[in-house]
């Protein structure tokens, strides 16, 4: 299992990982402005998610961190800006949380 810290870490990375992404697409399919509009929510959600209080990070932790339905967790990060709008690193967070204990 992840710690909070490694938990917090893994999900900046991802969230960056997929932003970059998301970036790649939009140099590919300029027509298409959802692309960089996710890219600019997921390098938001990225940053907040490096200020969220360490109790929602460890349900997290617990439920995401031995990946083993890891593309489960990429398609909801993919999703961001097309079908998910998060408002914020935590809703992002506990929609993870619940994407996981219901899936």
Excluded at 63 to 76: Q, S
Aim: charged share 25%; aromatic share 8%; proline share 2%.
């Amino acid at each position: 299992m992840l710690t909070i810290k490694e938990a917090r870490e893994h999900l900046v990375m991802d969230l960056q990982g997929t932003a970059d992404w998301r970036r790649r697409l939009a140099t590919e399919q300029p027509a298409d402005t959802r692309n960089i509009e996710a890219a600019e929510m997921l390098d938001k959600l990225a940053g907040e998610v490096k200020t969220l209080d360490d109790a929602t990070f460890d349900s997290y932790a617990h439920l995401w961190g031995d990946y083993t339905n890891g593309e489960t967790h990429f398609e909801v990060l993919r999703a961001i800006g097309f079908s998910c709008y998060p408002a914020t690193a935590g809703q992002l967070v506990k929609q993870l949380i619940a994407h996981r204990s219901i899936g």
